[in-house]
């Protein structure tokens, strides 16, 4: 079983910055970072595999890095330039290495946090 704490959202204003992290237990699984709002479908923003490569949804391209300490266990996502648009409820989610499918399917994903708040005004 592994087990994601997040923490690190809050309110911002536009054009604000905020850095969340996810303490996870197991760093051999593929760690992602969704967001979702009240009535629409978890949106995948960040992955990052044990290896270091990553990827983002379109909407956050430039302003988003995700980013991962392995002896730390932990993983983050640097968020700049701050939109209304992306406030939600952040979500840090975990899949095996071998798990196939598109990343920004939510289904692929085994293990999740209980989600931090993002707001943006």
């Known amino acids: 079983h592994v087990q994601l704490v997040e923490s690190g959202g809050g309110s911002v204003q536009a054009g604000g910055s905020l850095n969340l992290t996810c303490v996870y237990i197991?760093?051999?699984?593929?760690m992602g970072w969704f967001r979702q709002t009240p009535g629409k479908e978890r949106e995948g923003v960040a992955l990052i595999n044990p290896g270091g490569t990553t990827a983002y949804t379109d909407s956050v391209k430039g302003r988003f890095t995700i980013s991962q300490d392995n002896a730390e266990n932990t993983v983050y996502l640097q968020m700049n330039s701050l939109k209304p648009e992306d406030t939600a409820m952040y979500y840090c989610?975990?899949?095996?290495?071998?798990?196939?499918?598109?990343?920004?399917?939510?289904?692929?994903?085994?293990?999740w946090g209980q989600g931090t708040q993002v707001t943006v005004s």
């Open positions: 989610a975990a899949r095996g290495v071998g798990v196939g499918g598109s990343w920004l399917d939510p289904t692929r994903y085994t293990y």
């Open positions: 197991d760093s051999s699984y593929c």
